[in-house]
């Protein structure tokens, strides 16, 4: 999205829009009890819709002075920052004074700051931790007492305490934070009058029906960024949260809820923190997991190792823990004990392995090991997850697999049973009868794995191609996709130059994929049998009873030296026997290839009993919705589409030259022409998607109504 589009307006003004907007619930600091305030926060996160603390800023331990963005800057030390360009989604460098620019009257620095620029994930300095501390609330707090990152050693905890330096029309797509954890917003400073940021929240209610409205627009709702305008936003059918954030408001997002903030003001200073709330690891477990582990994913919240460490704290500290928060984390801790037992223990070598102050990933979906897992002996350094070598992921020694685990398990029961006892409580789960851990079938797994050929090709599913985090991951025993499968042999011919062979030329959908019903086996390979966008033919033995000459001996395609003009298809020129067309009404019915768009565009190449003959294209058929061959436009002026994106690029690469190169004034410019030619191909758009629309309205209203919709979500119609 351009800086030029999220130009949102204010939340006040959205609000008047009605559903699916609706406002923050909002709280004053003065507001919250002087005692019970852990457990009145606790109900809030638990309750899972966004919400606000206004009112820091008038207390007597707000520092004006240092909770700026010059005072920032100084304390890091730094001469230039890495940054966001919004408008092009690159990372350039800028000086520092291009972020200390101020808009403010009075300032001899006062002029124009460069926009849509967001300085992320900045260290946040220790003289502000502290002064942040003393100001906020302790369950508000990073490492606080609802932070169960506090039980992680620091050396593996995530860092995730960050100060932010924005400009106007700087963004963050909706997007769910790592691990699911809790998201804490807190605006420290504004350049100019008015709102600094626009905070777009939903609640955990809603996650489901947000999961379907981001596929819609093409995108992961776990894993991807999607910038939302709010004109997108009123075709949702979940509520969202609005907020106008000022200085000394504190924004809430809850476990695991996607949310969106759009910076306003010429400039903005806030700190982003996380904390993993109990909330958060129930999300973490039951959603955010299987989704990382599906889309190899890495976890960077280390969220496995918490119930073991947190537990270990528990029973080796004489600290104060909360009983709810002990049993919620003894319970999981179980799970994941007896979601690792396998029964034949006796049978199953088992090597201890020391992580050495550091943390086991599994080298495929990057998920955090905590225990038990398979190890490569041949590579060495190559572990797997459970999950993964049950899903046929592994590197190409796919027999060469032995058992590794850090703890073992009858020191993970005694610490459960010490915890029960401690608690003076009873276990509150077992596992379910009748039912085989992941640990059993994983140890069955190996076993067959040591079997030359443990699948057959019948039983090999296709399905989604996904990448593994380490390059020699694959999927070995399983089938990649359909491509994998043998084709039959099928009747071919040869083209022998192919130099002028468009690359817009029309290309056939791909069949369709299946999907396996195990939910393990649906994981895939990637890069593998890629098909380019052009295919040359090649000669091969044909096993057709239909002899076919070659395409240069067709009637009107002359030598093989001849320039084509359109490429041709095997699927053109296939016919099954006894369909030959035997009459002067069968002439009418040509074999052409269902799959190309632009049919009619093309000369049709019709079976006759005696060869071969070239039909032109009949001008009856042409359709005013057709998609325009090469040498065609679909209305005046749509074919300058392709050329206007082109400048758009360019100018947008200039833009971020000029901007290394500190010319403001010329980086302005080149940002108002940016503008303008993207109005021009929005124009353009419009014009075309109305020509498309009204020929498919024509013949198809039904397809119509929906190709409308479509093209107004994804904002090509107003």
């Not at 963004?171 to 998201?183: K, L, N």
């Amino acid at each position: 999205m351009d800086a030029s589009e999220q130009k949102t307006g204010t939340a006040s003004a959205i609000l008047q829009s009605g559903f699916p907007f609706c406002p923050f619930p909002q709280y004053q600091l003065e507001d919250l009890p002087t005692e019970g305030v852990l457990e009145w926060v606790e109900e809030k996160l638990d309750a899972g819709q966004p919400f606000v603390v206004r009112g820091f800023d008038r207390l007597d331990t707000w520092d004006a002075a240092l909770l700026t963005r010059e005072s920032l800057l100084d304390l890091l030390f730094l001469d230039s920052i890495l940054v966001r360009n919004c408008q092009t989604g690159r990372d350039i460098r800028v000086s520092a004074q291009e972020l200390l620019r101020s808009e403010r009257p009075g300032r001899k620095d006062r002029r124009r700051i460069r926009e849509s620029l967001y300085a992320k994930d900045l260290q946040c300095p220790p003289r502000w931790a502290e002064s942040l501390d003393a100001l906020l609330p302790e369950p508000f707090r990073y490492l606080g007492s609802l932070d169960l990152f506090r039980a992680l050693p620091k050396h593996i905890a995530p860092e995730v305490f960050m100060a932010y330096v924005g400009t106007r029309n700087s963004f963050s797509g909706f997007h769910r934070c790592f691990s699911g954890t809790v998201a804490l917003n807190f605006l420290l400073e504004v350049d100019g009058i008015g709102p600094g940021t626009v905070c777009y929240g939903t609640d955990r209610d809603s996650q489901e029906r947000y999961n379907v409205f981001t596929e819609k627009l093409g995108r992961s709702p776990h894993t991807d960024w999607v910038s939302i305008l709010p004109a997108q936003m009123k075709l949702a059918d979940f509520p969202i949260y609005v907020y106008d954030q000022r200085p000394g408001d504190l924004v809430i997002f809850p476990s695991a809820t996607a949310h969106q903030v759009c910076n306003l003001a010429p400039s903005v200073t806030k700190v982003v923190w996380n904390i993993l709330h109990l909330s958060s690891l129930m999300a973490f477990w039951q959603d955010v997991q299987p989704a990382y582990h599906h889309q190899c994913h890495a976890d960077t919240g280390r969220v496995p190792l918490v119930p073991c460490n947190s537990l270990h704290r528990a029973f080796e500290s004489n600290e104060h823990h909360r009983t709810k928060e002990l049993t919620t984390l003894v319970d999981i801790f179980q799970k994941l004990i007896d979601d690792q037992i396998i029964e034949r223990e006796i049978d199953t070598p088992m090597r201890s392995v020391d992580p050495q102050d550091g943390v086991i990933e599994c080298n495929f979906c990057g998920s955090t090991i905590w225990n038990r897992h398979l190890h490569c002996d041949e590579c060495g350094d190559f572990d797997l997850c459970m999950t993964c070598f049950v899903s046929g992921r592994s590197c190409k020694h796919t027999s060469a697999y032995s058992w590794a685990q850090i703890v073992p398990i009858p020191e993970c029961k005694n610490l459960v049973k010490h915890v029960w006892n401690m608690l003076e409580l009873a276990p509150q789960y077992s596992l379910p009868a009748n039912s085989k851990s992941l640990g059993t079938l994983a140890s069955q797994a190996v076993l067959t794995r040591q079997d030359s050929t443990p699948y057959q090709r019948k039983h090999r599913p296709a399905g989604p191609r996904v990448k593994a985090v380490d390059s020699r991951g694959s999927v070995y025993g399983f089938m990649d996709n359909v491509f994998d499968h043998k084709r039959g042999k099928r009747p071919t011919a040869t083209i022998e130059d192919t130099s002028t062979l468009s690359q817009n030329s029309p290309q056939g959908q791909k069949r369709p994929r299946t999907e396996s019903s195990d939910v393990f086996l649906d994981v895939w390979k990637q890069d593998r049998f890629r098909r380019p966008r052009s295919r040359l033919l090649t000669n091969r033995t044909s096993a057709s009873p239909l002899e076919l000459p070659p395409i240069s001996e067709l009637p009107g395609m002359g030598s093989t030296n001849s320039r084509v003009e359109a490429p041709v298809r095997i699927s053109d020129l296939l016919v099954q026997q006894g369909s030959l067309p035997t009459d002067e009404g069968a002439d009418r019915r040509a074999f052409t290839s269902p799959s190309s768009s632009a049919h009619n565009a093309f000369p049709r190449y019709e079976v006759m009993p005696r060869g071969f003959t070239v039909t032109p294209p009949r001008p009856e058929e042409a359709r005013p919705h057709a998609v325009a061959g090469p040498q065609t436009s679909a209305a005046p002026g749509l074919g300058d589409i392709p050329s206007l994106e082109k400048r758009l690029e360019a100018l947008r690469t200039y833009a971020n030259d000029l901007l290394e190169l500190s010319l403001t004034d010329s980086h302005a410019q080149v940002l108002d022409r940016i503008q303008q030619l993207q109005g021009q191909v929005e124009a353009a758009k419009r014009r075309k998607a109305e020509a498309l629309l009204s020929g498919l309205r024509t013949d198809f209203p039904d397809l119509a109504d929906v190709a409308m919709e479509e093209a107004r979500r994804r904002g090509v119609l107003q």
